[in-house]
């Protein structure tokens, strides 16, 4: 068995890879296009729509005899989470690279994620067809931006419009394909006279970088033996899932060039689920680490990577399941160990994109779907009460863009909620939450596109009636100077006066205190039920605001004086009073509006340092420190919170789409009037 998945920026060509490989696999009786919207793997309407990949989706293909797991992963920066959790449960990926643009900003954020977790990888050099494509210098880049060594085993047989087949290394065999055929009938010849002298200067090559790995092969060498395949494919395996060498291979996906050889490179190349490293558990009755062999014997453990709303399954969703040991059959009860709660599984399905498939089991090692799970949700360990163990969570990136969303009526109010409840579970990049102070509901993401898909599906796939704006910025009221004021109050309510006479001091605190109250007088003939409702009118009057509606803060008021009469004095009018009197004072304290500072912390390439202190700067931000880090330079700046909608998007632009950056509110400062 193999679980693998397929990773590379945008546009390099993952999913049109994959739908050769179902083709070739017979998983599909014809080859699905991307630019058709006929892509097998890329089922949802906003994919088929947009040509990209939004969802990661799963397929199982049989090829020699090998039972091969695949995920499709996205290329959009917008959608990283989805490749996060797919990388957590696999144990060997392709990484595709574009021949013309090599090794672009997103592979290497995905390739990053795949170190992360160990997880051995082979190249695949698409799109040789292509005006510009150049093996050779992707190799060069590889090695370059991803600091790993690579070990080609195919070089092209032309390239651009003459890319015809490819040269076999290992067996020192030409293979082309046979036009017409969908890539189906393979040629393999000897190598052409014209091709000896390259074809045997890069298999000499291989086997040097190969030899500083391997004393095997260096003992052969050393000895003037023939190195043979099998013992060049034995090496160079362990090279791989030791992640010491990366093996290359060359291909044409669109033209259906290349497949067949990337499938085997799988089988010979990355590991079986009993060949990885075993996972480490944490027991949490023992506190101590766990290690889990990949048995089928031992006790159930799985991890939920991925949840998916299916209408078809009604209120259930479909529960994504990698087992690390033991079995688990339809029908079982499970232990949600995190939660601590029993769920019992309906069925399990093996997925072929949105298409299930019944199972009586999932065993150890295998991925697959689970029906009848409630509480389940993404990162939580499933197994038993008798051995609690924890798998290693899932890390995802905070949302750094949000928007407003609200229902055009009220009846859609509620099935509003539900539906960002049933997203939030998807996704756990996607968040929401009511803002307070604004009464907006705001949702968040990784990216304006991210949130654009998801509020398409809002409207047209759960057909909820909704509204989307921006976000207001929150700002706050505070004063300026020292100022007092008196006030009178008089009514008469139900044939009854009420009256109340006090006078405020307010003052300026410094920035960050907060607000404050205090008593500058006592009397012990005043009931406390007055000067407690003077205190509850100057705390309603701290989040009212003084002329904008905005909330107030450090503000310190004082109450100086106060007259009462027990005739005529009641808690309503003091509190009235009170309120008024703070709204005066207040204004004639020179009120001043504030706005929020976030601290801005960026990491960037260093080759991209300047044009984002220059992006900073323009949008009136100061670079508080400039620091070397291991992949690049981080600054850390303070930015108006108004300045930096939209900040993500000209972030990517000026650095390649290669920077990163995070915030959290730092401070208020005043300004004249809201942007």
Request: net charge negative; hydrophobic share 40%; with cysteine.
């Amino acid at each position: 068995m193999r679980n693998i998945g397929i990773m590379a920026h945008i546009d390099a060509g993952k999913t049109t890879t994959t739908e050769r490989i179902l083709y070739y696999a017979g998983q599909s009786y014809k080859i699905g296009e991307v630019d058709d919207g006929e892509a097998v793997m890329d089922w949802m309407e906003q994919e088929q729509i947009r040509g990209i990949t939004i969802q990661s989706a799963i397929t199982t293909i049989f090829w020699k005899d090998v039972q091969i797991n695949i995920i499709d992963t996205p290329g959009h920066v917008d959608f990283t989470a989805e490749v996060e959790r797919s990388l957590r449960v696999l144990d060997g990926a392709i990484a595709i690279f574009d021949a013309v643009h090599g090794v672009q900003p997103q592979t290497e954020t995905v390739w990053h994620q795949a170190q992360r977790y160990h997880i051995p990888c082979i190249g695949y050099v698409n799109k040789m067809d292509r005006i510009g494509a150049n093996f050779f210098q992707v190799l060069e880049e590889i090695t370059a931006k991803l600091g790993i060594a690579t070990a080609p085993i195919q070089i092209p047989i032309g390239q651009e419009g003459s890319f015809e087949g490819v040269v076999d290394l290992i067996t020192m065999q030409e293979v082309h394909w046979k036009p017409g055929t969908d890539g189906i009938d393979m040629i393999v010849s000897p190598i052409a006279q014209e091709r000896q002298d390259i074809s045997q200067s890069w298999r000499d090559k291989l086997i040097d970088v190969l030899s500083t790995v391997s004393d095997a092969i260096t003992e052969q060498f050393l000895s003037g033996e023939e190195i043979t395949a099998p013992l060049i494919k034995e090496e160079l395996r362990k090279a791989a899932l030791s992640r010491a060498l990366l093996p290359v291979c060359a291909g044409a996906s669109r033209r259906n060039m290349g497949v067949q050889p990337l499938i085997d490179a799988v089988i010979d190349f990355l590991p079986s689920p009993h060949e990885t490293v075993p996972v480490i558990g944490h027991h949490l009755k023992k506190n101590t680490e766990v290690i889990i062999p990949c048995d089928l014997s031992a006790t159930p453990l799985g991890l939920v990577f991925k949840i998916q709303h299916d209408t078809a399954a009604g209120n259930l969703s479909l529960c994504y399941i990698r087992m690390y040991s033991g079995s688990l059959k339809a029908g079982d009860t499970i232990y949600n160990i995190g939660k601590k709660k029993r769920e019992r599984i309906n069925r399990i399905l093996r997925m072929h994109s949105n298409k299930p498939d019944t199972l009586e089991a999932l065993n150890a090692g295998d991925i697959g779907v689970a029906i009848g799970m409630r509480t389940a949700q993404t990162g939580d360990t499933l197994g038993s009460e008798g051995f609690p163990v924890i798998l290693g969570k899932m890390q995802f990136p905070e949302p750094v863009i949000s928007v407003s969303i609200e229902p055009k009526n009220i009846s859609e109010q509620k099935r509003l909620k539900e539906v960002l409840e049933l997203l939030s579970k998807e996704d756990p990049t996607f968040t929401t939450k009511d803002n307070e102070e604004t009464g907006q509901l705001i949702i968040s993401g990784m990216g304006e596109l991210h949130l654009e898909v998801l509020v398409t599906r809002i409207l047209e796939e759960f057909k909820v009636s909704a509204r989307k704006g921006n976000p207001q910025v929150t700002y706050r009221e505070s004063i300026g100077m020292q100022a007092e004021h008196s006030a009178h109050f008089s009514r008469v309510l139900a044939n009854k006066e009420n009256t109340a006479d006090i006078s405020l001091t307010v003052a300026p605190r410094n920035r960050g205190a907060g607000n404050h109250y205090r008593l500058a007088v006592t009397n012990k003939d005043i009931p406390s039920s007055i000067f407690e409702a003077v205190e509850r009118g100057i705390t309603a009057s701290f989040s009212a605001g003084i002329r904008l509606g905005y909330p107030c803060t450090d503000i310190e008021v004082v109450l100086t004086g106060i007259q009462y009469s027990e005739l005529t004095g009641t808690p309503f009018a003091y509190e009235a009073c009170a309120s008024a009197c703070f709204d005066e004072a207040c204004r004639k304290a020179g009120p001043v509006l504030l706005e929020p500072v976030m601290a801005v912390a960026i990491n960037v390439p260093t080759e991209f340092v300047g044009n984002v202190v220059n992006l900073v700067s323009t949008r009136g931000g100061h670079i508080i420190s400039l620091d070397s880090i291991q992949q690049g330079e981080k600054i850390v700046a303070l930015c108006s919170l108004e300045r930096m909608f939209g900040f993500m998007n000209e972030l990517r632009s000026v650095s390649q789409g290669r920077a990163r950056f995070s915030m959290e509110f730092s401070h208020f400062v005043p300004i004249q009037t809201p942007r």
